[in-house]
């Protein structure tokens, strides 16, 4: 079955710093992938949608420069938390999209905490 | 674009009894209709799904029932068991699973 690989699964950085968290696809070819934030006992939050080759399409009130995603190959979407504040600690979850299967396959989430 | 409403927010049921979670669509061309299940601190995973041209769909003691007419659908869960305990989201799409409006989520708690 599809498998989505998520790292890392836990970051603690200083205010300021800028983080990095990886989703691949590890089976399948994933020509988009998805970047979603998730606050404790609250819904998925669709931040992003992220085509292989070309710029990411961001929700309404999510900052670009702020959340800056990269989709390489396709196998590979990276989204880069720059100059993080402490109001950035969050659930991020990516998911991927196998046109092969029509299934949406979530990574495993990396929990951000910034001091 | 697609609005996807899902209710109840939180739902507490004895085990062995069943758990009903219901969401509405708002756009009428949606044909397709995934559940997840989230396990406390681990991903969302595809528990079930259902495509507009059938009403019903069962794996064991999972179903989701499909009303076009209404624009609604729902998870049932019988016999539920301490691990069903999860939130669940619902999702509908029109175009399948790489454009999914997902619910907001229900927290069912199953009370050993």
């Known amino acids: 079955g599809a498998v989505v690989s998520q790292h890392p699964s836990r970051v603690i950085c200083k205010s300021g710093t800028s983080v990095k968290i990886e989703c691949r696809s590890l089976?399948?070819?994933?020509?988009?992938m998805f970047w979603y934030r998730q606050f404790p006992k609250q819904s998925l939050m669709l931040m992003a949608t992220s085509n292989e080759g070309s710029k990411a399409t961001y929700e309404q009130g999510v900052e670009k420069d702020k959340f800056l995603i990269n989709h390489a190959s396709l196998t590979l979407s990276t989204l880069t938390v720059t100059s993080a504040h402490p109001e950035d600690s969050s659930f991020y979850i990516c998911?991927?999209?196998?046109?092969?299967?029509?299934?949406?396959?979530f990574g495993a989430g990396s929990r951000l905490t910034v001091l | 674009g697609e609005n996807v409403e899902q209710h109840p927010s939180t739902l507490s049921v004895q085990e062995g009894d069943s758990a009903v979670i219901k969401c509405t669509y708002s756009d009428s061309a949606s044909n397709y209709f995934p559940w997840y299940k989230q396990e406390l601190g681990k991903r969302p995973q595809l528990i079930i799904d259902?495509?507009?041209?059938?009403g019903e769909k069962k794996d064991q003691r999972i179903a989701v029932t499909l009303n076009k007419t209404a624009k609604h659908f729902s998870l049932h869960i019988t016999e539920t068991q301490p691990e069903d305990s999860a939130v669940y989201f619902c999702a509908a799409s029109r175009t399948g699973a790489n454009n999914l409006f997902f619910g907001t989520g229900t927290r069912l708690t199953v009370i050993p």
């Open positions: 259902i495509r507009s041209n059938v």
């Open positions: 998911s991927a999209y196998s046109s092969g299967a029509n299934v949406l396959t």
């Open positions: 089976d399948f070819q994933a020509t988009t």
